[in-house]
C-alpha cells in the first residue's frame, strides 16, 4: 500500500509536465515497469553485484527517456556514462568515474572484494557440510580450490590453509551487521538454498566450479 502511495506520489508530480491525462496514467506504467526492472536486478546482485547494478542503472534510464515532457534534457547522461563505465569493466578499462581517487593512499583497493570472495566460501564450506562433509574437510577443499585460484588466504606461514577458512568461520557471527562479508552471504544464502541436495561428489564439484567462476569474474583485484 505505501509503494502504491508512493508510486501515486511520484506520477502526479511528473504528470504535472505530461501534456494529456493520457500521458499521466501512462507514467503509472512507466514507474511499475521501473520497479519491475529493479526488483529483477536485486535478485540478479546476489549472482554478479556489477550486472545487478548495470540492470538497475538501465532500468532508470528507460524510465528517464520515457517520461513524458522529459525529452531532450539529457537527464540520464550521468546515469549512461555510469552503465558505460561499468561495461567497460568487463574489458579490463577503469574509466575516471570509478578511478580510486590518487590522493588517497596506502589504501587497499581489494578489501571489499576480498570479503565478497570470503562470503563465497563460506557458502561453499556449508553446502559441502550440508552434503556429507566433515567442517575440516569442507574448509580444506574450499582452501585448497582457493589458492589453485591464485587466492591468498592470509593467516600464519605454519598454520594449514584449511583452518585460514575455518578462521573466517568462527569469526562471522562476531562481525558486523553491516559487514560485506555478512551482507553478501546472507543475500546469497536463500539463493544457493534453493539448490536443493548434493551427494558429496556433486557439492564437491559445484564447489570447484563456483569458485572458479567467482574469481574469474572479479579478475587479479580479488588476489592481490
Known amino acids: 500500500m505505501k509503494a502504491i502511495r508512493r508510486q501515486a506520489g511520484i506520477a502526479k508530480g511528473?504528470?504535472?509536465?505530461?501534456?494529456s491525462a493520457d500521458?499521466?496514467?501512462?507514467?503509472?506504467?512507466?514507474?511499475?515497469?521501473?520497479?519491475?526492472?529493479l526488483t529483477e536486478a536485486l535478485g540478479l546482485?546476489?549472482?554478479s553485484e556489477r550486472d545487478g547494478a548495470m540492470m538497475a542503472?538501465?532500468?532508470?534510464?528507460?524510465?528517464?527517456a520515457s517520461v513524458p515532457g522529459w525529452e531532450g534534457r539529457d537527464l540520464g547522461n550521468p546515469l549512461w556514462q555510469l552503465l558505460t563505465a561499468l561495461k567497460d569493466l568487463d574489458f579490463g578499462r577503469?574509466?575516471?568515474?570509478?578511478?580510486?581517487?590518487?590522493?588517497v593512499r596506502n589504501r587497499k583497493p581489494d578489501a571489499g572484494m576480498r570479503k565478497i570472495v570470503k562470503a563465497y566460501a563460506l557458502l561453499c564450506v556449508?553446502?559441502?557440510?550440508?552434503?556429507?562433509?566433515?567442517?575440516?574437510?569442507?574448509?580444506?577443499?574450499v582452501a585448497n580450490t582457493l589458492q589453485a585460484n591464485g587466492f591468498p588466504?592470509?593467516?600464519?606461514?605454519e598454520s594449514p590453509s584449511w583452518k585460514s577458512v575455518n578462521g573466517w568461520r568462527d569469526r562471522f557471527t562476531k562481525l558486523?551487521?553491516?559487514?560485506?562479508?555478512?551482507?553478501?552471504?546472507?543475500?546469497l544464502k536463500p539463493h544457493i538454498d534453493l539448490l536443493g541436495r548434493f551427494t558429496k561428489e556433486e557439492a564437491r564439484d559445484w564447489v570447484k566450479g563456483q569458485i572458479w567462476e567467482v574469481l574469474s569474474k572479479m579478475g587479479s583485484g580479488a588476489s592481490e
Do not use: H, Y
Open 176 to 187: 558486523a551487521k553491516d559487514d560485506q562479508t555478512r551482507t553478501t552471504f546472507e543475500g
Open 153 to 157: 588466504l592470509g593467516g600464519r606461514t
Open 14 to 19: 511528473i504528470g504535472q509536465a505530461a501534456e
Open 94 to 103: 577503469v574509466g575516471s568515474m570509478l578511478a580510486p581517487n590518487p590522493a
Open 45 to 47: 546482485v546476489a549472482r
Open 57 to 64: 542503472v538501465n532500468a532508470v534510464l528507460e524510465f528517464v
Open 126 to 141: 556449508d553446502i559441502l557440510c550440508r552434503s556429507g562433509w566433515s567442517v575440516k574437510d569442507g574448509c580444506k577443499i
Open 23 to 37: 500521458e499521466a496514467v501512462d507514467v503509472m506504467q512507466l514507474l511499475e515497469r521501473l520497479e519491475l526492472g
